[in-house]
């Protein structure tokens, strides 16, 4: 395969979670692929109350996942700055779907729900070829990306809290 059909089959996810003292929590996911000399990006995001940070990136990577097509074939890279996602999803997820999404203290993994859809879309070979997730930290070479993700979670989560209290209200 040529570098040219690789950059056409390739998608770049970054993905962030944001939680408050309060458990709200908002979510980030930005697509980016570069296709025929065109960049193309997609950010898509929201908000969940009573939830952990790794729950919010999970989700992220769950909807950024399930925002790429069905018919086209893709390898994806994933970038996240939660260990415990990067972990799961590079480890751990293959795992515990062998040993009937168990983990060896014979329990189920924390948000159990949201791995096993995951899977279902990393192990999907129609929809995705191969991924790869690479840990963030602030010297990487994608800090642009990085901190957009960082930033419209935050924002999806002010705008939650905005929700919240305005139904509170009425």
């Given at each position: 395969m040529s570098k040219t059909?690789?950059?056409?089959?390739?998608?770049?996810?970054?993905?962030?979670?944001?939680?408050?003292?309060?458990?709200?929590?908002g979510w980030c996911a930005h697509l980016h692929c570069f296709i025929n000399g065109k960049?193309?990006?997609?950010?898509?995001?929201?908000?969940?109350?009573?939830?952990?940070?790794?729950?919010?990136?999970?989700?992220?990577?769950?909807?950024?996942?399930?925002?790429?097509?069905?018919?086209?074939?893709?390898f994806v890279h994933i970038y996240t700055s939660v260990v415990q996602v990067s972990t799961g999803l590079n480890r751990n997820m293959w795992k515990w779907a062998?040993?009937?999404?168990?983990?060896?203290?014979?329990?189920?993994?924390?948000?159990?729900?949201?791995?096993?859809?995951?899977?279902?879309?990393?192990?999907?070979?129609?929809?995705?070829?191969?991924?790869?997730?690479?840990?963030q930290n602030h010297a990487s070479g994608d800090q642009p990306y990085r901190l957009l993700t960082i930033n419209n979670s935050a924002e999806y989560l002010l705008k939650g809290k905005q929700d919240l209290y305005e139904v509170s209200l009425t």
């Amino acid at each position: 395969m040529s570098k040219t059909q690789f950059d056409k089959m390739k998608v770049n996810l970054w993905v962030s979670g944001t939680t408050d003292q309060e458990k709200n929590g908002g979510w980030c996911a930005h697509l980016h692929c570069f296709i025929n000399g065109k960049d193309y990006t997609k950010t898509i995001g929201g908000y969940a109350s009573k939830t952990t940070l790794t729950r919010m990136s999970l989700l992220a990577v769950y909807h950024g996942l399930s925002q790429l097509r069905k018919d086209k074939p893709v390898f994806v890279h994933i970038y996240t700055s939660v260990v415990q996602v990067s972990t799961g999803l590079n480890r751990n997820m293959w795992k515990w779907a062998q040993q009937g999404w168990l983990t060896t203290k014979n329990e189920h993994p924390k948000h159990v729900d949201l791995w096993q859809q995951i899977y279902g879309i990393l192990s999907d070979n129609n929809r995705v070829l191969s991924y790869k997730v690479h840990l963030q930290n602030h010297a990487s070479g994608d800090q642009p990306y990085r901190l957009l993700t960082i930033n419209n979670s935050a924002e999806y989560l002010l705008k939650g809290k905005q929700d919240l209290y305005e139904v509170s209200l009425t």
